[in-house]
């Protein structure tokens, strides 16, 4: 009967061993393989310039400025006058920052009115109109 129960209990120990190291190495292959990037929408993929050490005035003045990625200056910018340049592009999905000032309830927009104005500005009357006020549309 011990004879019986240390053979079930090395058994399970052979087991439990191979089953970690199995899983020991699925990890390492899950690690080893690059996830697959999400596709980038290139319509809108946008850059910004990311300042480097001793960043020259003309790339502070665009700091903050995002760039659709096919129009952004080269680097070094024009007017750059470090010895070596430092600065590189920050990639953004959108060339919107978030910082959206539209209102879905605002002027404008869905259920919104286009506009104020202060008198009508139709010169002729209005087409639909019956010329029978007691006609019902």
């Known amino acids: 009967m ?3 129960l240390l053979g079930l209990v090395v058994v399970l120990l052979i087991a439990w061993l191979y089953l970690r ?3 020991a190495a699925r990890q390492a292959q899950e690690a080893a393989t690059p996830r697959p990037r999400k596709a980038a929408d290139t319509s809108y993929h946008a850059v910004s310039i990311k300042l480097g050490k001793d960043a020259c005035a003309a790339a502070k003045n665009m700091t903050g400025h995002r760039f659709l990625a096919s129009e952004a200056p080269r680097i070094p910018l024009p ?3 470090a010895a ?3 600065c590189r592009f ?3 999905e959108d060339r919107r920052s978030g910082k959206d000032r539209r209102s879905p309830f605002g002027r404008g927009s869905i259920g919104g009115g286009t ?3 202060d008198k ?3 010169e002729k009357s209005d087409r639909r109109r019956s010329a029978d006020p007691d006609e019902v549309f």
């Open 2 to 4: 011990l004879l019986e």
């Open 84 to 86: 070596v340049c430092e």
């Open 79 to 81: 007017g750059c006058d």
């Open 115 to 117: 506009g104020r104005f």
């Open 90 to 92: 920050a990639h953004h």
């Open 21 to 23: 190291r199995r899983s």
């Open 120 to 122: 009508e500005r139709r």
